[in-house]
């Protein structure tokens, strides 16, 4: 950062000055105790008291805000559980990744809901789940303990491991890497320890944090000369 600092103070004095002030400002915001809040204000219906998200949060002790509820964590609120029961759901892929770490989701009673496959990567915690009518629960029925065909609506309860003795998964992954778990249906096969790349082929451990050290301070190079350089043509024009 210094260093960047000194060489383009030159370039543009004032405005790179200014931009420099901006950027450390946009670091140093805590970060989000707002994430994924949005999912938790979707409809303003409010949540049913039969809801099992009411239910796992009263027993849980937790938070309930919304249509969600949080757990309270040192510097942001983890949504554990949704409720978007008759919240006239759509598409709902990229919103739904801010409740990953959810226990409990009941986004039932929304007959024009549309989720990808992927919908669920990422869902380790994920133990019950009430959807609208489908013909199968996320990743299969295979990987839930309880599935419950009700009117209108699918219960999947317990979510089985992908990566367990008798499944089929933990031979797909390559010589030196693990079976981890990520979401019903899904794995990922992370690299052993001191393996790294392509199939964890390379031995070693992947130097991280040279990486991305480098890798940023090259970008944030890059985009400062950008600016200015336009600036200055805006100025010059
Ligand atoms: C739901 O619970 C709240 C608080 O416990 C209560 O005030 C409200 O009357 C309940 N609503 C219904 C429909 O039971
Ligand atoms: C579902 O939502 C719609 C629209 O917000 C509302 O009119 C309807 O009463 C709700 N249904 C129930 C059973 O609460
Ligand atoms: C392992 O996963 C398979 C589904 O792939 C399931 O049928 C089987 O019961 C699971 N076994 C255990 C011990 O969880």
């Given at each position: 950062?210094?260093?960047?600092?000194?060489?383009?103070?030159?370039?543009?004095?004032?405005?790179?000055?200014?931009?420099?002030?901006?950027?450390?400002?946009?670091?140093?915001?805590p970060a989000g105790r707002g994430s994924?809040?949005?999912?938790?204000?979707?409809?303003?219906?409010?949540?049913?008291?039969?809801?099992?998200?009411?239910?796992?949060?009263?027993?849980?002790?937790?938070?309930?805000?919304?249509?969600?509820?949080?757990?309270?964590?040192?510097?942001k609120?983890?949504?554990?559980?949704?409720?978007?029961?008759?919240?006239?759901?759509?598409?709902?892929?990229?919103?739904?990744?801010?409740?990953?770490?959810?226990?409990?989701?009941?986004?039932?009673?929304?007959?024009?809901?549309?989720?990808?496959?992927?919908?669920?990567?990422?869902?380790?915690?994920?133990?019950?789940?009430?959807?609208?009518?489908?013909?199968?629960?996320?990743?299969?029925?295979?990987?839930?303990?309880?599935?419950?065909?009700?009117?209108?609506?699918?219960?999947?309860?317990?979510?089985?491991?992908?990566?367990?003795?008798?499944?089929?998964?933990?031979?797909?992954?390559?010589?030196?890497?693990?079976?981890?778990?990520?979401?019903?249906?899904?794995?990922?096969?992370?690299?052993?320890?001191?393996?790294?790349?392509?199939?964890?082929?390379?031995?070693?451990?992947?130097?991280?944090?040279?990486?991305?050290?480098?890798?940023?301070?090259?970008?944030?190079?890059?985009?400062?000369?950008?600016?200015?350089?336009?600036?200055?043509?805006?100025?010059?024009?």
């Open positions: 950062m210094a260093a960047a600092d000194v060489r383009t103070s030159g370039l543009c004095p004032r405005s790179c000055r200014h931009l420099l002030l901006v950027l450390v400002m946009l670091c140093r915001l994924g809040e949005q999912l938790c204000d979707w409809c303003p219906a409010e949540l049913r008291n039969s809801s099992e998200v009411v239910k796992m949060c009263q027993a849980s002790h937790q938070v309930l805000r919304g249509r969600c509820c949080l757990s309270r964590e040192e510097d609120d983890i949504i554990v559980g949704l409720d978007l029961w008759n919240c006239s759901l759509g598409p709902l892929d990229s919103e739904l990744q801010n409740a990953s770490a959810a226990l409990t989701i009941d986004i039932s009673g929304n007959p024009q809901l549309d989720l990808s496959i992927t919908a669920f990567q990422g869902f380790t915690n994920l133990q019950y789940i009430a959807l609208p009518s489908s013909p199968s629960c996320p990743g299969g029925n295979a990987y839930w303990e309880s599935v419950q065909n009700e009117t209108n609506r699918l219960v999947c309860q317990n979510q089985r491991s992908s990566c367990n003795s008798t499944g089929q998964m933990v031979f797909l992954c390559p010589e030196n890497a693990l079976c981890a778990p990520d979401g019903p249906g899904l794995f990922k096969c992370p690299c052993d320890e001191n393996y790294h790349g392509y199939k964890c082929l390379r031995e070693g451990t992947f130097p991280m944090i040279m990486f991305f050290g480098i890798l940023g301070a090259v970008t944030f190079a890059c985009s400062l000369l950008f600016w200015c350089s336009q600036r200055r043509k805006v100025k010059n024009s």
